[in-house]
């Protein structure tokens, strides 16, 4: 999504101690919120996939429309993004009120996703895969559309962005979270090396249950099948008997 513009933003307020400036800790993200109700379903959906399948994990964040604020004098005000998604490695996975890359040890995303609106697709393709590029030096950048399905993804080799090409099923592969991404029922989704879904929280609970329901409809088949059996058998040992036959008696 778009940037917001800089003079609707505040400047930080930096507190002196002893002649001591103290940079801020605690900035606020300030991004718009999304254009449509798809896009945000969008980022939502990716989110909520990579937290369940990492849900063991506690080294790395994930988030989406917040502000990363890079700026090399500290400020508010001047050199921020905010991604539609990204993930960042190697860090405490915890609440987080924006990204300020000085309070993070220095580290940029790993990996991030635009999703491409009429508004903001010229800055996507352009001037933030410039800047994901050469300042942050994101590994892999992705950009897709919710509207007309626009899929292309980006590796970084020696500096410089290059094309991921997709393989069979149309999925590009990210390095960095050893996935693949692609579109599936018209929506941007996680893959295994493998080709398997990543599914949401919610898929993951009907798979069990269809699971759990086969299990109990095999289990109900297969009483049903000992029952007839058992009534096959006293059926047999009731016409023995008729005929003198003890058929309890071993032979």
């Not at 508010?76 to 990204?86: A, C, L, N, W």
């Not at 559309?145 to 990210?174: A, C, M, R």
């Amino acid at each position: 999504m778009s940037a917001p513009a800089t003079e609707t933003i505040e400047t930080v307020l930096e507190e002196a101690v002893d002649g001591i400036v103290l940079p801020p800790s605690d900035l606020y993200s300030d991004e718009p919120p999304f254009e449509t109700h798809l896009h945000l379903q969008q980022m939502l959906l990716l989110l909520k996939c990579l937290d369940w399948l990492w849900r063991d994990r506690n080294d790395y964040f994930a988030t989406g429309n917040l502000t990363i604020y890079y700026s090399s004098r500290r400020l508010k005000s001047e050199d921020f993004r905010g991604p539609d998604f990204f993930v960042v490695l190697g860090t405490e996975r915890k609440p987080r009120r924006s990204w300020m890359v000085w309070e993070e040890e220095g580290k940029y995303p790993n990996v991030i996703v635009e999703l491409l609106s009429n508004s903001t697709a010229k800055t996507d393709r352009g001037l933030k895969k410039q800047i994901y590029q050469d300042t942050f030096r994101t590994p892999d950048y992705f950009w897709f559309d919710p509207d007309s399905l626009e899929f292309k993804g980006f590796h970084l080799v020696d500096g410089t962005y290059h094309d991921l090409q997709p393989n069979e099923q149309g999925q590009l592969w990210s390095q960095q979270l050893n996935l693949y991404l692609g579109i599936h029922n018209h929506q941007l989704r996680f893959f295994t090396p493998e080709g398997q879904l990543i599914p949401t929280p919610e898929e993951s609970a009907q798979a069990a249950e269809a699971m759990a329901t086969e299990e109990r409809q095999r289990a109900e088949a297969e009483r049903q099948r000992a029952e007839a059996e058992r009534q096959r058998n006293g059926k047999l040992a009731a016409k023995l008997r008729e005929l003198g036959i003890d058929p309890d008696t071993e032979v």
